[in-house]
């Protein structure tokens, strides 16, 4: 028997009736009660272990909000919707090509990113993903992520009309919006944060304010600092002498996710944006957003039902919206937020870290090590994959993994931050420590993408480095993800010194303006600017062109060469068992893979890249910086037993079971 303040499934579905509509048609309103009673009884179940049965009366405030957010929904976003539901995996394509971009640095604002469609059409987008636009301080928006306003947009950039607008036509341009949903924490100048410091009842707890030390001092015990240079602990003092929760910049409040008042509004805020045409939203700082005494405050297994529990509301008012999650942490804690129930997107800030370690040590392992060991994620889910992002780079792997290769984590580390800051012995890279100690040798690395990779330094191979970067985000499946600019090869831009804003945070170095000079060079063949987009433009249209890249299957493929990345993708080409293995050299020197290691491959294979057909069985040898896509059809054929005596074939894997190719 239900407690008083139970609310029965059956009893909340009966209110459902009073938010209908006198204009909602008879299929819109069954169609969302369709919906409520698949999705409802997994949300209820989700809020009673967050908050208790006795949070049910809000519960039913947030079942009559999506209920509402439906029927405001427009015609052509319901259309969407019913269309993806037809073709759930639609992000897994090969065809996926994502771009991010800050509006106003890449565009101006939303007009003129409209007027940028036609180049996204030229490049292939599907995918576009905006930097936080909406409203913030003007002096202390810490790049857009100290919001004001979710329902506003800042207003240099437009409207929130303007953003519909802009989802609208890059819908019928077959690109999905995507945008960033600060989950986290709110502005300080944020209307509930103003109502809170003024004693509203009603938005009293929709932050962690304290009245003195005692139970800051009592979470800083176990809750680590995350920018000790702009306050120490997790805390900031209010003029009135209370504590606020601030686990990042003293303006940036973090949000009390034990009121289920506050989940009820973020749920609000969430779908009124997908009602402007976003597709997808990203979960910031998701690991911070339950906070436990005695704990980090960090990856909680409340902040994945609270995940969840978003999941389900928005399977009730906007089917077709996708999570992505932004989880810069431990290896095993990044995939942990990877689920359809929970975000069936995310990052993969490990593979992004390894492909730069590979460029600086051209070597293969650790890159190698996690394709085998943590490429592998949930069905129905994808990764996104990058070169770089508009954040800086920290090395991200696991200590364990490193010491069974025999790698110390911690020197290694202080090794690849000198390297990526020029301050290494003939280094290529022309990176900028972020939070620096010079001391310790800590830091993290900003710049873009031809800095770090050494076109600032004028490195002959620098542009082979940015394709082979690339090369690698494009073939292991998911959604490949570029940082407009860098298929130009945008430099560092040193001018953010000079701005106060600015100048105490490096990462603004990696943030360059629209790089028109080097788009217009983009045609002329004797600039890098023509070298690396005409090289990303090859590598793109090939996988186009390559079913088997779809999907985010991988089977590994040692290629007994050190300086030699392998990996297989199995896949269908035409309804027939097909798969590619890609080879890539992180040398700047000639590198073999033999005969022995290709033994259980066929003879021959076409390259994919270079469109030519190549002999496989004495043998290949890698150009410097060099990449293979090989197709291998018809399917190779069971390996005989003396292939299966080759420890090291291909073939031998086939016969154990490892990275075996299909047959």
Partial sequence: MSSPHTLPHDRIRAELPSARRPTTSDADWQSFQARFDTEFPRLQALFHRIYGPEADGELLQVALDAAASWQDRPEDLKALDASRAMAPLWFQSHRMLGGVCYVDLYAGDLAGLRARIPYFRELGLTYLHLMPLFRAPEENSDGGYAVSSYREVDPSLGTMDDLAGLARELREDGVALVVDFIFNHTSNEHEWARRAVAGDPDYADFYLIYPDRQMPDAYERTVREIFPDDHPGSFVPLEDGRWVWATFHSFQWDLN????????????????????????????????????????????????????????????????????????????????????????????????????????????????????????????????????????????????????????????????????????????????????????????????????????????????????????????????????????????????????????????????????????????????????????????TVRHQAPELSGGRLVPFHTNNPHVLGY????????????????????????????????????????????????????????PLGIRWYRLQPPVPPAGPQACRRENSPAARTCSGVGRIPV
């Fill in 257 to 540: 996710y034990r009121n289920p008042r506050v989940f009820r509004a973020m749920a609000g805020e969430m779908l009124h944006l997908a009602n402007q045409g976003v597709d997808v939203i990203r979960m910031d700082a998701v690991a911070f957003i339950w906070k436990q005494l005695g704990t980090s405050c960090e990856s909680l297994p409340e902040a994945h039902l609270l995940l969840q529990a978003f999941n389900a509301v928005c399977r009730l008012a906007a089917p077709s919206l996708l999570f992505k999650s932004e989880a810069i942490v431990h290896p095993d804690e990044v995939v942990q937020y990877i689920d359809r129930g929970e975000c069936q997107l995310s990052y993969n800030p490990l593979q992004m870290a390894l492909i730069w370690n590979s460029l600086a040590t051209r070597e293969v392992s650790l890159l190698a090590q996690a394709l085998g060991r943590r490429h592998d994620i949930p069905e129905g889910t994808a990764w996104v994959n990058y070169v770089r992002s508009h954040d800086d780079i920290g090395w991200t792997f696991s200590d364990e993994d490193a010491a069974e290769l025999g790698i110390n984590g911690h020197d290694h580390r202080r090794f690849l931050n000198a390297f990526y800051v020029d301050r290494f012995p003939d280094s290529f890279a022309r990176g900028v420590p972020f939070q620096d100690n010079p001391r310790t040798g800590d830091c993290r690395i900003s710049g873009t993408t031809a800095s770090l990779a050494g076109l600032e330094a004028h490195d002959d191979a620098a542009v082979a480095r940015i394709l082979l970067a690339h090369s690698i985000i494009l073939s292991t499946g998911g959604i490949p993800l570029l940082y407009l600019g860098d298929e130009v090869g945008q430099l560092n831009d040193y001018s953010y010194a000079a701005d106060p804003a600015k100048a105490g945070d490096s990462r603004w170095v990696g943030r360059p303006t629209y790089p028109a000079d080097r788009y217009a060079a983009r045609t002329d063949p004797t600039t890098d600017a023509a070298a690396i987009y005409a090289g990303l433009q090859r590598l793109i």
């Fill in 568 to 623: 297989q993708r199995p896949g269908l080409l035409d309804g027939e068992e097909s798969t590619v293995v890609v080879v890539a050299n992180f040398a700047e020197t000639p590198q073999d893979i033999s005969a022995l290691t290709l033994s259980g491959l066929p003879e021959s294979a076409l390259d994919l890249v270079s469109g030519q057909s190549e002999l496989l069985r004495a043998g290949i040898t890698l150009e």
